[in-house]
């Protein structure tokens, strides 16, 4: 198994053309919007940033939500968090499915319009709405964190004037409006490592890359950084496991075998007593993706 050589000639077809549109109608609704909420995988906060943004956005305020903060590396989410806040980014650690995090995205919007709306106020414009959009790729829990801010049962706003019919804004609070057509964006990425980390928490679809090759890299990864996390997860021998990784062979030879010893502990066997390396490599990717590994982070604070 040659996992560079079949990921170079992997052709990624990862932008469809309603991204296209998505991204146009996000240009156009961001003059509506006083605050922008980049909503990121607290796995892979590099992976999952839209480079564009900044040119999106422009001026408008910003504030970056880590969400899914919950399967990330705990350590890690800290050095993140602070590695923003030290280029002067405002951040915030979120979990959709509990709420945690959510009060303090609050705090932070009021707070980084704090100034704006005491010009507002002495300029007798008193009540001025804070207006929110959330902007965000595939798969980084954009749905579940709105209806969590939103608490669901929020009640709309008339349109706004110079805002088609089509656009619904959500009272979150007496003083904050969300925009509900965030849309989604995908990052334009050439790099083979944002192409594996999207890969890995389910933002490429399994199709558009070779599903045992992703699986792959992906316990390579496992094994290099949590290792424990990996032996735990399927009742591994470690000495096994070490004697199979220091063989004398290729290393993608080892890995494969590691593989087929998961294979066969969770019993994705077929005819001849053979592993089943396409049932195998979705075992370990939806592991993965559901957190069943523990508190994994992709990418780590350089």
């Not at 979990?95 to 709306?117: H, P, Y």
């Not at 414009?125 to 749905?143: E, L, T």
């Not at 049962?153 to 057509?181: F, H, M, Y």
Request: net charge positive; hydrophobic share 35%; proline share 2%.
């Amino acid at each position: 198994m040659n996992n560079e050589q079949n990921l170079s000639k992997t052709n990624i077809n990862w932008f469809p053309g309603h991204m296209a549109k998505t991204r146009r109608q996000i240009t156009e609704d961001i003059k509506f919007v006083d605050v922008v909420i980049e909503l990121l995988d607290a796995r892979i906060p590099i992976s999952s940033q839209n480079p564009e943004i900044k040119q999106i956005i422009k001026n408008k305020k910003k504030i970056i939500v880590l969400n899914k903060s919950d399967l990330a590396d705990e350590k890690a989410n800290k050095e993140w968090i602070n590695k923003f806040r030290e280029s002067g980014e405002i951040s915030v650690l979120t979990d959709s499915n509990t709420g945690k995090g959510i009060e303090e995205v609050f705090k932070q919007i009021k707070n980084i319009m704090a100034t704006e709306l005491e010009k507002a106020s002495n300029k007798g414009r008193i009540g001025k709405k804070i207006r929110v959009m959330i902007v965000g790729i595939p798969n980084v829990g954009k749905s579940s964190f709105i209806n969590r801010i939103a608490k669901r049962n929020s009640a709309e706003v008339a349109n706004r004037p110079g805002v088609t019919r089509q656009k619904q804004w959500i009272r979150l609070d007496n003083d904050i409006e969300l925009l509900d057509t965030p849309g989604v964006l995908w990052p334009k990425f050439e790099s083979e490592e944002v192409a594996l980390n999207l890969s890995y928490v389910g933002t490429i679809k399994d199709d558009i890359l070779e599903i045992t090759e992703i699986a792959y890299c992906l316990t390579k990864f496992l094994l290099e950084n949590y290792r424990e996390n990996l032996l735990e997860r399927y009742s591994l021998d470690k000495k096994q496991v070490d004697i199979i990784l220091n063989q004398d062979q290729e290393e993608n030879q080892n890995i494969y075998e590691i593989m087929q010893l998961i294979g066969r502990k969770r019993g994705a066997i077929i005819s001849g007593g053979n592993v089943d390396d396409e049932k195998t490599s979705r075992i370990i990717l939806d592991d993965f993706r559901n957190g069943r590994f523990g508190k994994i982070t992709l990418e780590k604070v350089k």
